[in-house]
Nanobody, 124 residues
């Protein structure tokens, strides 16, 4: 069993930055691919970014590519999502997810464990 806890969300103005963290416990973090997804009110959950278990490959939604960066720190059992140049359309609850030996899937059903989410609000 893996427990995931997100943090770092908040209210920021357009053009600002935030860094989300997702701390994992319970199993060997280095064996997990990690993903970030988000869900805005009234919308379906969507893929944001993913990193494979080895940390050597990253994937991004086209809407965030060039603005967001995902990276893992295996020593801290934490995955991060650095978000720059934030826009109002980035407003959502952001969830991290873990996939054992995963390649960095962009679909949610590939992931075995999910966090509770952290709210990100970007004001215009």
């Amino acid at each position: 069993q893996v427990q995931l806890v997100e943090s770092g969300g908040g209210l920021v103005q357009t053009g600002g930055s935030l860094r989300l963290s997702c701390a994992a416990s319970g199993r060997t973090f280095s064996s997990y691919a990690m993903g970030w997804f988000r869900q805005a009110p009234g919308k379906e959950r969507e893929f944001v970014a993913a990193i494979n278990w080895a940390g050597g490959a990253t994937y991004y939604a086209s809407s965030v590519k060039g603005r967001f960066t995902i990276y893992k720190d295996n020593a801290k059992n934490t995955v991060y999502l650095k978000m720059n140049s934030l826009k109002p359309e980035d407003t959502a609850v952001y969830y991290c997810a873990a996939d054992l030996w995963g390649s960095g899937a962009i679909v949610g059903y590939e992931y075995d464990y999910w966090g509770q989410g952290t709210q990100v609000t970007v004001s215009s």
